[in-house]
């Protein structure tokens, strides 16, 4: 079973490098709220992504368990304000590579919280608690022309608020 998490924070910014290959490279951190220590904080991630590791704000290595696409991250009573995600892989139907992008927004192929995204017939959806945040996103890629639900700032690098992440 799934890991079972009380605990209720937010994701108020997402700030992903993402670089486009063979498969999807991934260094993501999320800001968190609210300014409590949490003991365990749940996110989805597809099982399909490798993870390589996961830090705090201080750069310290922070102990996890996964289950499947499910992520626990283990708090020993620390202020934990931001969480970095670095991980490799890709999906089938949700994919990222040489020739193309398809990375749908309820599609959990960055870490979304657990109590944001839940699993009906087989297929991820949001849950009405989903807020808007602020996604800070630069984007390697070879693919000719790319389209996304943010502001392009400058060339590969898009900013904006929104209640997912979709890149097409």
């Known amino acids: 079973n799934v890991f079972l998490n009380n605990d209720k924070f937010s994701v108020t910014d997402y700030t992903l490098k993402l670089n486009v290959g063979r498969q999807l490279s ?3 951190t999320v800001s968190l709220a609210p300014d409590r220590p949490i003991k365990n904080y749940v996110f989805v991630l597809y099982h399909g992504y490798a993870i390589k590791s996961i830090y705090d704000q201080d750069g310290k290595t922070v102990r996890y368990q996964r289950k499947g696409d499910y992520i626990e991250i283990e708090n020993e009573g620390m202020q934990i304000s931001n969480i970095r995600f670095t991980y490799t892989g890709g999906s089938e139907q949700f994919y990222s ?3 193309g992008i398809r990375l749908l927004g309820f599609f959990p192929y960055y870490p979304i919280p ?4 839940t699993r009906v ?3 991820w959806m949001l849950t009405n608690s989903t807020t ?4 800070d996103l630069v984007l390697k890629h070879n693919t000719a022309e790319v ?4 502001g392009e700032v400058s060339e590969g690098h898009y900013q904006g608020y929104s209640d997912s992440l979709t890149i097409i």
């Open 26 to 28: 991934a260094d993501v």
């Open 97 to 99: 590579n040489y020739q």
């Open 114 to 117: 657990q109590h944001e995204i």
């Open 121 to 123: 017939r087989n297929q």
């Open 132 to 135: 808007f945040k602020n996604y």
């Open 147 to 150: 389209v996304t639900n943010l």
